[in-house]
């Protein structure tokens, strides 16, 4: 089965969320400032990761003041098509900082301003965005920041996506601090999953708002879902694998000199979507994943340096090129 049923005819992907400025810790009180998010940083790896006959767009909403442009010019100099970006005069973009304790990171944001929020408050400015995409890629944080407009405007725009051959990638990404209640969070969620056509939960999240006690039990409620092909994130655990009926537990890359775990569930979501893209198996894919996390992790901040990307492209190039 081809994963990209319209392939024939767009090999555009699209990610769609909140783009923020990070301040990630470098030594002696010293913060070194980038740009990143979930949908942001999977976006990066995609682009870095795919072949150069695929186009990987980011639809997002900035602001016009100073770092708002910083913010357009990173994703042009990456490589990612920034003509999905809208721009807002009177938002700008959030803000993060990253503090260590030792590898795993804790998050502080700023984002009542920020411009993503309404993103999807324009349904034609939306539908635009993600027209003729072979792929769209969004996440629980996406639905979180947009609100219940914006949901609404995303939801039937993800449905005329679908009806024209689009598939969806959904990774949940719960942060409850983001939505109103639990109860929101688990509606709107449950409002997106019929739309999904690959599902890339981390366990721990899931977990906390709906109390799976097993990664077995999460794949099994998913599926009941719709959702026919899922991958469970679980950290340093075998991830869970659905694809095509068959489950499977793929193991993680072991890593003993990890410096900071930014960004691992997102580049995992990259090398995963990519490996798929180009034809691999969802077996394939979800071991090219893990090598790809288990490599960041190893990095500080959100964006791994290239070199420790390019082994993953090399593999992801020649399975586009020979066809498999």
Same mark, same amino acid.
């Given at each position: 089965m081809?994963f990209l049923r319209?392939?024939d005819k ?10 923020m400025?990070?301040?990630a810790?470098?030594r ?8 990143a998010?979930d949908t942001l940083n999977?976006?990066?790896y %995609?682009?870095r990761?795919?072949?150069d +006959?695929f =186009?990987?767009y980011?639809?997002t909403?900035?602001? @016009? *003041?100073?770092i ?9 100099a990456?490589g ?8 807002d ?5 959030g803000l993060y ?7 795993e ?5 700023w984002?009542?301003?920020s411009?993503?929020?309404q993103l999807?408050d ?5 539908a635009n965005?993600i ?8 996440s629980g ?5 947009i609100?219940?407009q ?6 039937e725009?993800l449905k005329h996506a ?10 949940s990404?719960?942060?409850?601090r %983001? ?5 929101? +969070?688990? =509606?709107?969620?449950?409002?997106f999953l019929?739309? @999904? *056509? ?9 977990a906390?708002?709906?109390g ?20 469970v ?8 694998l659905?694809?095509?009926?068959v489950?499977n ?6 890593v ?9 569930g997102?580049s995992f979501?990259?090398?995963?979507l990519?490996?798929?893209c180009?034809?691999?198996?969802a077996?394939?894919a979800?071991?090219?994943?893990h090598?790809l ?6 990095h500080?901040?959100?964006?791994a340096p290239?070199?420790?990307?390019q082994?993953?492209r090399k ?10």
């Amino acid at each position: 089965m081809n994963f990209l049923r319209r392939a024939d005819k767009s090999l555009r992907i699209v990610g769609v969320g909140e783009a923020m400025v990070e301040f990630a810790p470098v030594r002696d009180g010293l913060f070194k400032r980038g740009f990143a998010g979930d949908t942001l940083n999977t976006s990066w790896y %995609l682009r870095r990761l795919l072949p150069d +006959a695929f =186009s990987v767009y980011y639809a997002t909403r900035a602001g @016009t *003041d100073a770092i708002s442009k910083e913010f357009v010019a990173f994703v042009e100099a990456s490589g990612i098509e920034a003509n999905a970006i809208a721009l807002d005069p009177n938002r700008t973009l959030g803000l993060y900082t990253i503090t260590l304790d030792g590898s795993e990171r804790r998050f502080s944001y700023w984002r009542e301003n920020s411009a993503a929020r309404q993103l999807a408050d324009n349904p034609a400015i939306l539908a635009n965005a993600i027209a003729d995409a072979a792929l769209i890629y969004l996440s629980g944080i996406t639905l979180a920041v947009i609100g219940a407009q914006g949901r609404e405007n995303l939801l039937e725009a993800l449905k005329h996506a679908k009806a024209s051959g689009t598939r969806v990638a959904f990774d949940s990404n719960i942060r409850l601090r %983001l939505w109103p209640n639990e109860a929101a +969070a688990k =509606s709107s969620i449950e409002m997106f999953l019929p739309l @999904t *056509d690959v599902a890339l939960p981390s366990f721990d999240d899931e977990a906390s708002l709906w109390g799976d006690k097993t990664a077995e039990a999460m794949l099994k409620r998913l599926r009941d879902g719709g959702v026919k092909e899922i991958v469970v994130k679980n950290g340093s655990s075998p991830a869970l694998l659905l694809s095509e009926e068959v489950v499977n537990a793929v193991q993680a890359t072991s890593v003993k000199d990890a410096a900071d775990t930014t960004a691992a569930g997102d580049s995992f979501n990259a090398a995963y979507l990519a490996a798929r893209c180009v034809g691999q198996t969802a077996l394939s894919a979800c071991e090219l994943a893990h090598k790809l996390a288990g490599e960041v992790v190893r990095h500080p901040g959100a964006l791994a340096p290239l070199e420790a990307i390019q082994p993953i492209r090399k593999i992801i190039t020649a399975a586009y090129e020979s066809g498999s």
